[in-house]
T-cell receptor, first 114, second 112 residues
Framework: QKEVEQDPGPLSVPEGAIVSLNCTYS??????FMWYRQYSRKGPELLMY????GNKEDGRFTAQVDKSSKYISLFIRDSQPSDSATYLC??????????????FGKGTKLSVIP | DTGVSQNPRHKITKRGQNVTFRCDPI?????LYWYRQTLGQGPEFLTY????????KSRLLSDRFSAERPKGSFSTLEIQRTEQGDSAMYLC??????????FGPGTRLTVL
């Protein structure tokens, strides 16, 4: 079992729909939970990160973390064709050496159809 | 701020050849990470630098791989005696403090 599990999709939704993406993880030591967006042949771009359980909202994006269930989610409201990309969840814990190395899920490929 | 840059963007090489990639982090970012991403997978951590010191290495980083960050500025990743299994996107990320890592566009390596 991988440390971070994420359904690779693909996921196809109509424009304006609410999108729900999620990941589960097995390492209870993870402290930070992130969502990255990656367009084809580009590097990942950080969307949001949270430190603890609960919700965090930024515009049309809401991230949820449930540490008791080891489950994180990203919701996208009023989805747009420009949201079409691969969404990667990532998790991290602080190492004594100063590193916040990230452990990623496989990514979910999202297509928003006009 | 021009972001993280990586060169070359694409590299095609024959099995057994050596290749070297370069990463220029965001100015003043003292932390630098290398990751590898294969098709259909998320990036996997390879190594971490704080200034010029290489402080963490993944078990994925075999002895054919070596990374440097002279003077704590740009970094290079060299792969010796490339194998077909080395074909991947090699990503560099930099950070100043905390958790936020800014990724470059990556170098796509194809080993024939």
């Amino acid at each position: 079992q991988k440390e971070v599990e994420q359904d690779p999709g693909p996921l196809s939704v109509p424009e304006g729909a609410i999108v729900s993406l999620n990941c589960t993880y097995s390492n209870s030591a993870f402290q930070y939970f992130m969502w990255y967006r990656q367009y084809s042949r580009k590097g990942p771009e950080l969307l949001m990160y949270t430190y603890s359980s609960g919700n965090k909202e930024d515009g049309r994006f809401t991230a949820q973390v449930d540490k008791s269930s080891k489950y994180i989610s990203l919701f996208i409201r009023d989805s747009q064709p420009s949201d079409s990309a691969t969404y990667l969840c990532a998790m991290s814990l602080y190492s004594g050496a100063g590193s916040y190395q990230l452990t990623f899920g496989k990514g979910t490929k999202l297509s928003v159809i006009p | 701020d021009t972001g993280v840059s990586q060169n070359p963007r694409h590299k095609i090489t024959k099995r057994g050849q050596n290749v070297t990639f370069r990463c220029d982090p965001i100015s003043e970012h003292n932390r630098l990470y290398w990751y590898r991403q294969t098709l259909g997978q998320g990036p996997e951590f390879l190594t971490y630098f704080q200034n010029e010191a290489q402080l963490e290495k993944s078990r994925l980083l075999s002895d054919r791989f070596s990374a440097e960050r002279p003077k704590g500025s740009f970094s290079t990743l060299e792969i010796q005696r490339t194998e077909q299994g080395d074909s991947a996107m090699y990503l560099c990320a930099s950070s100043l403090v905390g958790i936020e890592q800014f990724f470059g566009p990556g170098t796509r390596l194809t080993v024939l």
